[in-house]
């Protein structure tokens, strides 16, 4: 009875496979080592990223639906040394996160971009978000993603002449981080705008 007890109070799926028990952390052994070799960077576009979203798609539900925030420390490392290759590469004067409307952090607590530069460190300025969206992932079609999150955002400051990155989870269409673009270049009169996100959707690179 002890031992079902222990089970069932300090062990877990593993967060990638969802097959194997674990003890510590989110992830089993097999997915640690995994998750290492994934990790490399890459770019294509103006987009630089870690991931493919179906390879960690598990992952990113359990910490934007699960709560399940130590997902976070998993990714940070890389995320850290991704960031400062980039930073290195593109010149990068500074960093920004895509903002959540304050009803998805109501409901989740937390911006999860904001959380994975903090807990990697990383030094970052934040966009306010005037105007709150439904979740991207629920509207087909670009145009339309564009029409949810038009007026969305807010500048409050001048970027004039600085090369921006500008930082997200995950990159479906890019409806988003277009946007951002749009207003960093024009209101914020920025250089250059360049995107990370951990996990870009296939289909991204098709459009």
């Known amino acids: 009875m002890l031992s079902i007890l222990k089970k069932f109070l300090f062990s877990s799926k593993c967060s990638m496979c969802r097959k194997r028990e674990i003890q510590k952390g989110v992830l089993c052994q097999e997915c640690d080592k995994t998750l290492a070799i994934m990790s490399d960077l890459k770019h294509r576009k103006n987009l630089y ?109 001048s970027y004039k002449g600085k090369r921006l990155l500008l930082v997200d989870d995950i990159v479906t269409t890019g409806a988003t981080l277009e946007t951002l673009k749009q207003l960093l270049l024009d209101k914020g009169e920025a250089e250059r705008v360049i995107f990370f996100c951990l996990a870009a959707v296939k289909g991204y690179f098709r459009g």
């Open 49 to 157: 990223y870690l991931y493919y979203y179906s390879d960690v798609k598990n992952m990113l539900m359990d910490l934007k639906f699960k709560n399940r925030k130590a997902v976070i420390k998993e990714f940070s490392g890389y995320t850290k040394k991704a960031i400062e290759d980039i930073i290195e590469l593109e010149k990068i004067d500074c960093i920004l996160s895509t903002p959540t409307s304050k009803t998805h952090i109501l409901k989740r607590g937390f911006n999860q971009v904001d959380e994975l530069l903090n807990e990697a460190g990383i030094k970052y300025e934040k966009i306010r978000r005037v105007k709150n969206t439904k979740y991207m992932f629920k509207i087909k079609g670009l145009e339309k993603r564009k029409k949810n999150i038009k007026n969305a955002f807010l500048l409050e400051k």
